[in-house]
T-cell receptor, first 116, second 109 residues
């Protein structure tokens, strides 16, 4: 089934630990995104990638890093987790053209991260 | 600054009609999106408006007025499965999506 797969679904993590959230898509979409969603706030963009080999910073990039070695994979890494990074993280993709996508976003099922 | 406003929560009755409003102030405009998000699930695309007017898609319709910075999502013949959050998002001049906090819609029998 075509779509976006995120892993893990949920994770409890001690502060200071390193964590990588995985995201894989099989739709051959050019653009991929990482969002965090917190209660009472809209989705906030962390990092994005318009095409394989390129990445960009979103609204809230501090404490996070990404890579885009190929079209399908877009992992998000927390180098040293802090409690304020407790959130639900969504990976998304779109066909995308230049700049940010002008089309529909397809979301993964989310990764619920708790940092203690 | 850029801002998307939508009501936090709305309640409606099964079988009725509900209108969810969204107002926006953004740097430029390249379209407005509505997404549906059931609790604990991922957002899913509902509609996209870039020109003024009403777009109808089954029980759901979306309206846009660019001059007023205003959109609404209209849900007809409400069903219990329509209980969800509805997210409004605007694409600005840099093609960046600006998201509202979402409207939680509660459907009562």
């Amino acid at each position: 089934i075509a779509g976006i797969t995120q892993a893990p679904t949920s994770q409890i993590l001690a502060a200071g630990r390193r964590m990588t959230l995985r995201c894989t898509q099989d739709m051959r979409h050019n653009a991929m995104y990482w969002y965090r969603q917190d209660l009472g706030l809209g989705l906030r963009l962390i990092h994005y990638s318009n095409t394989a080999g390129t990445t960009g910073k979103g609204e809230v990039p501090d404490g996070y890093s990404v890579s885009r070695a190929n079209t399908d994979d877009f992992p998000l890494t927390l180098a040293s987790a802090v409690p304020s990074q407790t959130s639900v993280y969504f990976c998304a993709s779109s066909e995308g053209t230049s700049g940010m996508s002008t089309g529909e976003l397809f979301f993964g099922e989310g990764s619920r991260l708790t940092v203690l | 600054g850029q801002n998307i406003d939508q009501p936090t929560e709305m309640t409606a009755t099964e079988g009725a009609i509900v209108q969810i409003n969204c107002t926006y102030q953004t740097s430029g405009f390249n379209g407005l999106f509505w997404y549906q998000q059931h609790a604990g699930e991922a957002p899913t695309f509902l509609s996209y408006n870039v020109l003024d007017g009403l777009e109808e898609k089954g029980r759901f319709s979306s309206f846009l007025s660019r001059s007023k910075g205003y959109s609404y999502l209209l849900l007809k013949e409400l069903q219990m499965k329509d209980s969800a959050s509805y997210l409004c998002a605007v694409m600005d001049s840099n093609y960046q999506l600006i998201w509202g906090a979402g409207t939680k819609l509660i459907i009562k029998p």
